[in-house]
């Protein structure tokens, strides 16, 4: 039997699961996570009283569907929650499982890593209080915790309006949403938005709601900085007409849209190309999701598309599998989902541009805001590095000289914060200064696992340890 | 002392006590290790190269923020690790193993 591995059990792991056991194939199934679902299904965990279904509100069907999905074939694959994939080499993929090393063959993988929340760096953002978007909907949908009491969103996304509903909804105080895209650019994207109408007509009705309840909207904000000392205290920024305004608040989070996990992808030896609409390295596929060398990609991990598009590249991404190891294909109608993709990319493609990432703020970043939050690393050292004699031309020599993205999280957090700030210092375009090259381990593994391999010795969450 | 985090809805999980520097926190079974600290503390760590205080930010394993030194010398990243009773999370630091 074909030996197919799929990465992430979020909507595109799942669809791609649901489609290989349908024609008799049973995969296994690498998952991070305690619970199926990736971050937009996040399930809350046992015993919350959470309505997850109320809080969802039009993505509760879709929730519902995903995980009524997984039930109906988790006896059918080899599951394996809590289990970090951290390389791929050629076709063996390495994993660890409750602190034990364990290797995975496979004739076809299909990676569904998803993303996450893209991200600049803002003077304060390391204090104790700012999270991410994308963090304070996952810590809401599986603890039922608010990540504050008064809260300021911002950043540029579509999710503020959501995220900011849903945390209105069960309590918190929203002090404000600072949108830094200005209105009439999101207007200008409408074009590209009425591909998914549906999904625009709704977010419209989620701002209309929002400032009815008297939430206040600032679009085309520049963010100037977090305040406090032991955490976050405020919210300083430039509202569009001019004037510094300064909010009280005790919780942040911000996003700036989102950003594909390709670290396995590249490891497995895809190419990737620079993208000019998302400004970011994207893994090279056909419509399918197929990449070569027996491996596929599918969800936001391929192409921010968002979790219907997701669900729906999982079904591509496994149908190509088949098709490709010969085995008869039933039931799936590849035209109509191409088509489907197709609509979906292009309505998130306007969302790229109605929330664009503002990478001129960073032109006016001061020296000492920390581009890269694990080393400790200022926009003024990368600025000097980068102004020296025989200094670096691209990020990985910046990377060598300044251990920006050198740090734990391996240049998630900071990447395209210096790839901007390259580009800018030396006046090149994003692309001629490169990206950060993803290495082995994509996440810190614990240094016991093949001495001791048991959880208790090798760290708690079972999936990582300090490096 | 006020937690950083606050609980929107009530956990059916049993309650369970950990330590944190010394001193017992109320945590529920289910909760991770990130939850239980932040309801009760304003920051899970010092960071290594700076005198900041850091309290995670991504929440879903990626940024590695929340890595947290427990009494036994383990560190373990706080937003993926499920909470048990008795664990004692060292924010001030280890005896003989200072932080910076």
């Not at chain 1, 953002?125 to 911002?154: D, M, N, S, Y």
């Not at chain 1, 419509?287 to 599918?298: E, I, P, S």
């Not at chain 1, 990432?357 to 200022?378: I, K, N, Y």
Request: glycine fraction near 12%; proline fraction near 5%.
């Amino acid at each position: 039997m074909t030996r197919v591995t799929i990465v992430g059990a979020g909507p595109a792991g799942i669809a791609a699961a649901h489609v290989l056991t349908a024609h008799g194939l049973s995969p296994v199934v690498i998952d991070e996570g305690l619970r199926p679902g990736g971050q937009i299904y996040r399930q809350p965990r046992p015993g919350l009283r959470l309505d997850i279904e109320a809080l969802l509100g039009a993505e509760a069907e879709n929730y519902r569907r995903t995980h009524a999905t997984f039930a109906n074939l988790k006896d059918r694959i080899d599951y394996r929650p809590r289990t970090l994939a951290w390389a791929i080499d050629d076709r063996t993929l390495h994993a660890i499982q409750g602190g034990a090393a364990a290797t995975v063959d496979f004739d076809a993988i299909i990676l569904a890593t998803g993303a996450t929340d893209r991200t600049l760096p803002i003077k304060g953002w390391t204090l104790p209080g700012v999270f991410t978007l994308g963090g304070a909907q996952v810590l809401l949908k599986e603890h039922g915790c608010l990540i504050g009491r008064r809260i300021v969103f911002c950043g540029s996304s579509p999710l503020l309006y959501l995220a900011a509903k849903q945390y209105r909804a069960m309590g918190a105080e929203i002090v404000a949403i600072l949108d830094t895209t200005p209105l009439a650019t999101k207007i200008a994207a409408t074009g590209d938005l009425m591909a998914a109408p549906g999904t625009f007509w709704r977010g419209l009705g989620y701002m209309a709601a929002l400032r009815r309840a008297g939430v206040a909207i600032h679009h085309g904000v520049q963010l100037r900085a977090f305040d406090g000392t032991a955490g976050v205290e405020a919210v300083r920024f430039r509202a569009s007409r001019g004037e510094e305004i300064t909010l009280p608040c005790d919780a942040v989070a911000v996003g700036f849209g989102l950003k594909p996990e390709t670290q396995l992808a590249e490891l497995a030896g895809v190419e990737l190309r620079y993208d000019q609409v998302y400004r970011q390295w994207l893994p090279h596929a056909d419509a399918d999701g197929r990449c070569g060398g027996n491996v596929y990609v599918a969800g936001d991990g391929a192409t921010v598309g968002g979790a219907q598009a997701a669900a729906v590249t999982g079904t591509l991404a496994a149908r190509a599998v088949l098709e490709d190891f010969k085995i008869k294909v039933t039931g799936i109608d590849r035209a109509r989902l191409r088509r489907q993709v197709a609509r979906l990319r292009r309505f998130q493609r306007g969302l790229a541009r109605a929330f664009a990432w503002p990478m001129d703020a960073l032109r006016t970043l001061d020296d000492d805001v920390m581009v890269c939050r694990c080393e400790g690393v200022s926009a003024g050292e990368l600025r000097a590095s980068l102004r020296a004699d025989f200094g670096p031309a691209e990020v990985n020599r910046l990377k060598a000289i300044t251990r920006c993205g050198m740090g734990r999280c391996q240049g998630r957090f900071c990447a395209l914060a210096a790839a901007e700030l390259t580009a800018q210092t030396l006046r090149l375009p994003l692309e001629a200064v490169g990206r950060l090259r993803a290495q082995p381990p994509v996440k810190p593994l614990p240094l016991g696992i093949n001495l001791v391999g048991n959880a208790a010795a090798a760290g708690l969450d079972g999936t990582s340890a300090p490096a | 002392m006020n937690g950083r985090l606050m609980r929107a809805v009530v956990s059916d999980g049993a309650p369970l006590r950990i330590l944190v520097d010394g001193v017992e926190v109320q945590a529920y079974t289910g909760d991770s290790l990130l939850v239980a600290v932040l309801a009760a503390r304003n920051a899970l760590r010092r960071h290594e190269f700076s005198n900041e205080m850091r309290a995670g930010f991504c929440l879903m394993g990626a940024c590695q923020d929340c890595w947290v030194w427990l009494a036994d010398g383990q560190r373990v990243r706080a937003c993926t690790t499920v909470v048990a009773e008795g664990m004692h999370v060292v924010i001030a630091g280890v005896p003989g193993f200072p932080l910076p």
